[in-house]
């Protein structure tokens, strides 16, 4: 008979292991590029947008409804002072116009005097003709609209971008309030178990049996609504899955031999839980919250078309969907399918990351 050889494989060869299985997913690897390109539009944000004033909120009301592509004739014609936002200032929360333009049919020069017919205006009406001194306003340019204007004249590109941050903001940091509640409950309930088990257990099937929606309504009623509301109300309503997957974890490796080393060695419980134990549930734990990523995204974006989510003037996927959903039946349902489509491809990325990280995390090792 052959014996089996015994190899060592440390952790940084699983590690390895785990990304070159991960590399090879192609579904897997496409989705975490895509995430990663998503994320840095949300970070770079008024930096690349089209409309860089704050929340995208530029309205021109003569360009409402614009299909994708329309350009326009701008012409600055007020000096409204100098904005002194840095490169980071700018990124984060924008910058307003150092001049304010305005959107026209056709400009001339005669004299000193600047003569224009503003874009809303009735073609061939004489009293509708502006002018302003030359020297008072800037040169005309050609604007742009991508994806057109939405019915206040609005850059819909502008709006699509900086909704990214909403999106991906909740996501992140109701991911990480779940995170710190369920493993910090799930850990406790299965490493002490008895009485401790039975409460932690009970206060899980009690929030597990309240429809999550209803459940997160009912938080935002109590919070108010608002950015940072959203966010804790999504977060306060996902741990319930990282817990009961952290607590059966962890009942199972409290009873292996490394652990019973630990405690032999005078480890206390803090020590043995948070650095022998939790390591080993990790993977799992990855992987679930790639899946709340998702589910939280989603949530945000139902209780934002409810009008519970996000408030304006600040972009948001589901806001963007409840304001335009009038215009499907129209010839402007872009206008409404292109934030679905966008919240579509965001959770699909990341459900299908969750599938390669499940099976790139689940490393065996052929023992020959």
């Known amino acids: 008979m052959f014996r089996k050889k015994r190899i060592d494989v440390s952790t940084a060869s699983l590690n390895r292991i785990a990304w070159t299985k991960f590399r090879k ?25 089209p409309d860089q004033t704050p ?15 329309f350009t326009v004739l ?46 809303g205006s009735i073609p061939g009406d004489a009293n509708q003709v502006g002018s302003i001194p030359a020297a008072g306003c800037g040169e005309p340019y050609r604007k742009t609209f991508l994806l057109g204007t939405d019915r206040f004249g609005r850059d819909y590109l502008s709006q699509l971008m900086i909704g990214t941050r909403v999106s991906l903001s909740v996501g992140l940091i109701s991911v990480l309030i779940s995170l710190v509640i369920g493993i910090t409950l799930g850990a406790l309930g299965g490493y002490y178990r008895g009485w401790v ?12 049996s309240i429809p999550t929606l209803l459940l997160v309504i009912a938080i935002t009623f109590a919070l108010g609504k608002g950015f940072w ?71 945000e974006a139902g209780l934002s078309f409810l009008g519970l989510g996000v408030q304006p003037p600040t972009p948001s996927w589901g806001s963007m969907i409840k304001e335009n959903y009038g215009y499907i039946i ?39």
């Not at 590029?33 to 770079?44: D, K, Q, W, Y």
């Open 197 to 208: 088990d039975a409460v932690i257990m009970w206060l899980i099937n009690v929030v597990w």
């Open 330 to 368: 129209l010839d402007y349902a872009y206008l409404a399918v292109l934030p679905g489509i966008a919240i579509m491809l965001v959770v699909l990325a990341f459900m299908l990351m969750g599938n390669a990280l499940r099976d790139a995390l689940d490393v065996k090792v052929s023992l020959n």
């Open 55 to 69: 929340f995208a909120n530029d309205q021109y009301l003569e360009l409402g409804l614009k299909k994708p592509g």
């Open 229 to 299: 509301q959203v966010f804790i109300a999504v977060g306060l309503t996902m741990w319930v899955e990282v817990a009961r997957v952290v607590r059966g974890q962890v009942l199972s490796i409290r009873e292996k031999e490394f652990v019973e080393a630990a405690r032999a060695l005078g480890f206390n419980d803090f020590r043995i839980i948070f650095r022998h134990i939790l390591p080993n549930v990790m993977a799992a734990v990855i992987v679930i919250s790639a899946a709340n990523f998702a589910s939280a995204i989603l949530l």
């Open 25 to 49: 997913n192609i579904l897997g690897f496409g989705s975490l590029c895509f995430i990663a390109s998503v994320t840095l539009i949300a970070c770079l944000g008024y930096l690349i947008t």
């Open 74 to 119: 701008m012409l600055p014609l007020s000096y409204t002072g100098t904005d002194k936002s840095g490169m980071i200032s700018t990124m984060i929360s924008g910058k307003t116009h150092t001049v304010q333009p305005v959107a026209i049919r056709t400009t001339m020069v005669s004299g000193a005097f600047r003569y224009y017919i503003p874009y």
